[in-house]
C-alpha cells in the first residue's frame, strides 16, 4: 500500500492554510479545504507482492466568494504531483457557501513511486 497523504497535505498547504482531512471546523478562514483519500487499492499484484496501487482522492472547496482559483491553484498542485482529474463540480451547499468539489485519481508503482494513469 502506498501512503502519499502527507505529501498532499503538506503542497495544499502551500495553496491555502485551512486544509484538514476532515470536514473544516472553522469556516472563518476561507477558502476552506478538505482531501480525502477516497480509495487506495492493489492495481497490480505480482510475484506475491503488490506492485502498484491505484489511488483516489476527492477535494472539496468552499470559500464565501468564489471557488474557481482555488480550484485552478489545487489543479497545478496536483497536476505536478501526477494527479489527473477526473472530475470537477460545483455542489449546492444549504449554508450559501460556494462549494466546489473535484476528484483526482492516479496509479502508483510502488518501488519506485512513478506516477500514471490509465
Known amino acids: 500500500m502506498i501512503n502519499v497523504k502527507d505529501i498532499i497535505y503538506r503542497e495544499l498547504q502551500s495553496v491555502v ?4 482531512d ?3 471546523q472553522s469556516f472563518s478562514d476561507m477558502p476552506a479545504v ?17 506492485q502498484s496501487s491505484y489511488i483516489r482522492y476527492r477535494i472539496d472547496i468552499w470559500d464565501g466568494k468564489s ?4 480550484a485552478v491553484d489545487i489543479d497545478a498542485v496536483m497536476s ?22 473535484m476528484r483526482y485519481e492516479a496509479i502508483i508503482e510502488c518501488k519506485k513511486k512513478f506516477i500514471y494513469h490509465t
Do not use: A, I, W
Open 17 to 20: 492554510k485551512n486544509v484538514s
Open 22 to 24: 476532515m470536514y473544516p
Open 80 to 101: 505536478r504531483l501526477g494527479f489527473l482529474r477526473t472530475n470537477c463540480q460545483d455542489v449546492p451547499d444549504p449554508s450559501s457557501l460556494k462549494h466546489k468539489q
Open 34 to 50: 478538505q482531501y480525502v483519500e477516497e480509495e487506495n487499492k492493489v492495481d497490480e499484484f505480482t510475484d506475491d507482492q503488490e
Open 67 to 70: 471557488t474557481s482559483q482555488t
